[in-house]
């Protein structure tokens, strides 16, 4: 049998292959959720991603506060910045850095269709030095 269950974020947190760490939220390991995983993110003043792209997965955000620069595309060559109230869709395999130039922290809604949330995640080193 199936049931509705709930998690408040905040309890658990992990540190993300892409360099910040995550607030645990609903995915297969804390739900069983089959299809997509959901997480709360705060980036600190300064913090920056590593370069990275999500292997056949979907991303959507939603910015709960504070604003945020993420560039996109296959040398980073696109940049978007992103303020509290707005939501951003990168697609599967779209390589991707957001970074937070301050002073106020950015917290962001994440959702995947990766319930795994890690697994689909794809470092992109080389990518990481074309940003400064």
């Given at each position: ?88 869709y990168i697609p599967a ?40």
């Amino acid at each position: 049998m199936t049931s509705c269950q709930k998690i408040r974020p905040g309890a658990n947190a992990y540190a993300g292959k892409q360099g910040f760490s995550y607030f645990e939220g609903i995915s297969r390991e804390t739900m069983g959720a089959q299809a997509v995983c959901m997480h709360l993110l705060t980036i600190p003043p300064g913090g920056r991603a590593r370069a990275h792209k999500h292997a056949t997965h979907e991303t959507a955000i939603y910015v709960l506060s504070g604003q945020a620069v993420m560039f996109w595309g296959e040398r980073l060559e696109h940049r978007m910045e992103t303020g509290a109230g707005e939501m951003i869709y990168i697609p599967a395999d779209v390589p991707h850095l957001p970074w937070n130039p301050g002073p106020d922290p950015v917290t962001a809604v994440i959702a995947r269709t990766d319930p795994h949330e890690q697994e689909s995640v794809v470092l992109l080193p080389e990518l990481d030095g074309l940003v400064e």
